[in-house]
């Protein structure tokens, strides 16, 4: 069982918006700024699509972005590609014992 | 451009010691940067196993801490992944990344990945 809680699946449309959420507790998500999420397709290495909760790095198109609220963050994806369709993670940092802590990830299909 | 590759064994017999080797390229490990070790058992989901400061400072999974040795060679800009007393549960695709310069991520450079049978 993973320590943090994404949806198994969510799914849109070509050109819709879905948001993924996150949940932790206090001593993960909702005690630090240091949640990422990562974008799998299969057969793949994950690829960094956001971190420190909403800031996305280099390349990475603004339709992803990142928000935190209490012990959830969400990652919302808009106007929705084919491409998009994956497996996406959300990971945070949980202190300096645990360190860091992965979502069991959720299946993003484009209908 | 920066690149990571994993190398080492595909199959492991169970209670032997798990050996890959992480190659950077396009990137000093010693440039600051934290480097890492992640997992993907099949089916399933990601898994931190430890991550190593150029400075050799290391930091373990909990879970995994007893088992884990993650060290760095300078000369060859490798960073390297000991497992021991491996089981079944082990099998999984082993990734190496790049960290964030701050430790605020865990990759934003990922090797391809190596996957790793446990088996006799």
């Known amino acids: 069982q993973s320590a943090l809680t994404q949806p198994r699946s969510v799914s849109g449309s070509p050109g819709q918006s879905v948001t993924i959420s996150c949940t932790g507790t206090?001593?993960?998500?909702?005690?630090?700024?240091?949640v990422s999420w990562h974008q799998q397709h299969p057969g793949k290495a994950p690829k960094l699509m956001i971190y420190?909760?909403?800031k996305r790095p280099s390349g990475v198109p603004d339709r992803f972005s990142g928000s935190k609220s209490g012990n959830t963050a969400s990652l919302t994806i808009s106007g929705l590609q084919a491409d998009d369709e994956a497996d996406y993670y959300c990971?945070?940092?949980?202190?300096?014992?645990?360190?860091?802590?992965f979502g069991g990830g959720t299946k993003l299909t484009v209908l | 451009q920066v690149q990571l590759q994993e190398s080492g064994p595909g199959l492991v017999k169970p209670s032997e010691t798990l050996s890959l080797t992480c190659t950077v390229s396009?990137?000093?490990?010693?440039?600051?940067?934290?480097w890492g070790w992640i997992r993907q058992p099949p089916g399933k989901g990601l898994e931190w196993i430890g991550s190593?400061?150029?400075?050799?400072?290391?930091y373990y999974n909990p879970s995994l801490q007893s088992r884990v040795t993650i060290s760095v060679d300078t000369s060859k800009n490798q960073f390297s992944l000991k497992l021991s007393s491996v089981t079944a549960a082990d099998t999984a695709v082993y990734y190496c990344a790049r960290g964030g310069l701050t430790g605020n991520y865990l990759g934003d450079y990922w090797g391809q990945g190596t996957p790793v049978t446990v088996s006799s």
């Open positions: 990971c945070s940092y949980a202190g300096s014992y645990t360190f860091w802590v």
């Open positions: 420190d909760v909403s």
């Open positions: 190593i400061y150029h400075s050799g400072s290391t």
């Open positions: 206090s001593s993960d998500i909702g005690g630090y700024n240091y």
């Open positions: 396009g990137c000093s490990i010693s440039s600051g940067y934290y």
